[in-house]
């Protein structure tokens, strides 16, 4: 009888709607970490402190049924406001509006409210910015929000400090993902404060004592008077657009770019779907996608953050190799948190010592990693 009914209790938590949220210890005896996907690592692009290396396959996944956050943002499909905002919001089809909810009394830092009112499930990556409301924020974690799916409240970062006021409530879409050092604070480590203190302080990452390392250009004196001059609420983008700081950014991505693709034109049967960053001798960070098509909607955001990082961090002789490349691709063996929404998405992180993965699996049309994200911790 006990037997039965824990069967039964099993089975209604794994039907239950809603999140799961699920923690697995790792194994004692460790499996041997294993190469993933059918993935090719091409030679290095590099240019100053950054290496990137294109990460190419002869297979891809149709993910054309996704929406991205930049797409429905622009197209009006999607919302995201303050929490607590009033506001009536009329689906395509429907004959009664649809109510923004009111969740308490007012706005909050860490929280916002989303509709997805496109026939696409929406996609939402970590570290991308939405501007307006009270202050701009950036997502705190890659999730799918499903086609016709209740208002959602999104946790999220702010990356503008001093700034608690505004016009309107509702976020635009800001074409921007922050660099690797916010955007690990916010997917990992999940703290506000270390989340501000990256934004104005470039890189997290230790800084060098090597004899060959020079000076990084955006020093935090650099951000600090960029701040000063152009950013007094040090919102993100301002920051990073000004002209003390946004013109070397342009010129180094300008520069990797040009690289980038010349290294990636003549590709027969392959695609790029990914890629890895080192930053002098060191494997930092990479982020793979289920096509190449949608890399390519990502990349040039992504390819702006990676250059905000090198620009934040010293610039180093020593470059990173292929066989580095490839050994921080191996999946690593530690604790594992997974959440999922049953019939939308499952997420999973593996942390490992300094390495975090962290993978978006979309369960509709089919089974398939849309995102892969692996990154060498800095904190």
């Given at each position: 009888?006990?037997?039965?009914l ?26 041997p ?24 396959s002869?297979?891809s ?6 929406l ?31 109510a ?5 009394s ?13 026939k696409?499930?929406?996609?939402l990556?970590?570290?991308?910015l ?8 950036i ?10 799916a ?30 690797p050092?916010?955007r ?6 999940q703290?506000q ?18 004899p ?6 955006l ?12 950013a007094?609420?040090?919102s ?7 002209a003390?700081?946004g ?9 990797v ?52 990082e ?12 292929s ?10 063996n ?5 959440e ?5 998405y ?6 490992d010592g ?5 993978e ?15 990154l060498?911790?800095?904190?």
């Amino acid at each position: 009888m006990q037997r039965s009914l824990f069967a039964v209790i099993i089975a209604a938590i794994a039907t239950f709607g809603g999140l799961a949220f699920v923690w697995a210890a790792p194994h004692p005896h460790k499996i041997p970490s294993r190469p993933e996907g059918d993935w090719r690592i091409l030679d290095p692009v590099a240019y100053e402190n950054i290496a990137i290396f294109p990460v190419v396959s002869g297979s891809s996944q149709d993910t054309s049924s996704f929406l991205t956050l930049e797409e429905g943002l622009a197209s009006g499909e999607v919302i995201v406001s303050e929490r607590g905002a009033a506001g009536m919001v009329r689906n395509r089809g429907q004959v009664r509006p649809h109510a923004t909810p009111q969740y308490d009394s007012g706005a909050s830092v860490n929280q916002l409210v989303l509709i997805n009112r496109s026939k696409r499930p929406l996609l939402l990556l970590a570290g991308e910015l939405v501007s307006g409301g009270k202050q701009d924020r950036i997502i705190g974690k890659d999730r799918i929000v499903p086609v016709g799916a209740e208002p959602l409240p999104l946790d999220v970062f702010c990356v503008e400090h001093g700034r608690w006021t505004g016009n309107s409530s509702e976020f635009s879409a800001s074409k921007t993902i922050v660099h690797p050092s916010v955007r690990e604070q916010a997917a990992v480590e999940q703290k506000q404060a270390e989340v501000w203190n990256a934004v104005a302080g470039g890189s997290t990452a230790r800084l060098s004592t090597a004899p060959s390392a020079r000076a990084a250009q955006l020093s935090p004196g650099v951000l600090a008077e960029a701040i000063t001059t152009e950013a007094p609420t040090q919102s993100y983008r301002k920051i990073y657009e000004s002209a003390r700081v946004g013109g070397s950014v342009d010129s180094f991505v300008d520069q990797v770019q040009r690289r980038f693709a010349r290294a990636t034109s003549g590709l027969k049967g392959e695609r790029v779907v990914g890629v890895i960053v080192a930053y002098g001798g060191e494997v930092a960070w990479s982020d793979i996608f289920a096509s190449s098509d949608l890399f390519h909607q990502y990349w040039s955001k992504l390819l702006r953050s990676y250059a905000v990082e090198a620009l934040a961090r010293p610039t180093l002789r020593e470059t990173a190799s292929s066989d580095d490349a490839r050994e921080f691709l191996r999946r690593p063996n530690g604790r594992e948190v997974q959440e999922t929404e049953a019939g939308v998405y499952r997420w999973r992180e593996i942390t490992d010592g300094h390495l975090a993965l962290i993978e978006l699996d979309a369960l509709q049309p089919k089974t398939m990693t849309l995102h892969r994200l692996l990154l060498h911790r800095t904190s």
